[in-house]
């Protein structure tokens, strides 16, 4: 039996990456999962592959369309889940989206959509969870930050910004509703093997140039993700609050000081 059998959790960005192998990972361990897309051309893809992997085939797996940036599709997204699947227990706030530019050159417009999705959107899904967690005596929020809200990212300052504020977010949601049964906790990825890392994942030369700077000397796989996920959602993390568990395979540890280059106080 799964440890997550019998909730019910609602996963943003589900129909590709990191999302989509927490969905899968959801599935096989008994959750009913509500899939939200942006992309319809993904979206079959995904629910088949989530169905799939259901751990007993009563299991629901519902699939629903939102743009996390708007107020009002964000809205339905949770009227339709809850209708869907009767109530929630957990939200992983994992839709993100990412867009390089030399900071003097960022468009305003490409700025605000960044945050729109990373930040406002996480936002707004949290608060509409907490909503309905509040009529249920409790629930779990949890938030796909990055190891970015540590180290600083030129040429992606919007992404870098968002994730700063993911950071301060989930600290602040995690106190403020402590003693009403919410929890709220984030994991900080590094260097994962998902589209949104397309520049260089499939460009041997670019990758190597990431993984170098990577303790363990390789990137990480969505399932690696998935799984700490699994375990932020399961009673095993009861009493974990406002904490972002940063897997990374070592990126945070500053890996430049690998190589003693100075005594230092």
């Known amino acids: 039996m799964g440890k997550l059998k019998g909730k019910n959790v609602l996963v943003t960005g589900a129909s590709s990456g990191i999302g989509l192998a927490t969905a899968i990972r959801f599935a096989q361990d008994g959750a009913n999962v509500a899939v939200n897309y942006y992309a319809q051309s993904e979206a079959d893809a995904a629910e088949k592959q989530i169905t799939a992997a259901r751990e007993d085939p009563s299991q629901k797996i519902l699939m629903v ?11 339905a997204m949770f009227a339709q889940t809850i209708a869907g699947l009767g109530y929630l227990d957990v939200l992983i706030n994992n839709a993100g989206i990412q867009k390089a530019d030399a900071t ?47 180290i600083p990212k030129p040429k992606y300052l919007s992404y870098s910004i968002s994730k700063g504020g993911m950071n301060n977010m989930t600290r602040s949601l995690a106190l403020e509703y402590a003693d009403r049964g919410i929890r709220v906790n984030g994991i900080g990825p590094g260097a994962i093997l998902t589209p949104i890392n397309d520049a260089w994942k499939d460009d041997p030369k670019a990758r190597h140039g990431v993984e170098e700077h990577i303790p363990m000397g390789r990137a990480g796989r969505p399932e690696e993700i998935a799984s700490v996920f699994a375990f932020l959602a399961s009673d095993d993390a009861s009493y974990m609050t406002g904490q972002t568990l940063f897997v990374d395979g070592g990126l945070t540890l500053f890996p430049e000081f690998r190589t003693t280059w100075s005594s230092g106080g």
């Open 65 to 75: 369309k939102a743009d996390v940036s708007q107020e009002d599709q964000v809205v």
């Open 104 to 150: 003097e050159d960022v468009q305003m417009k490409d700025f605000d959509r960044v945050l729109g999705v990373d930040i406002r959107g996480s936002f707004m899904c949290s608060r509409e969870a907490i909503r309905h967690f509040l009529t249920r005596g409790g629930g779990l929020i949890l938030n796909n930050s990055s190891v970015h809200q540590l």
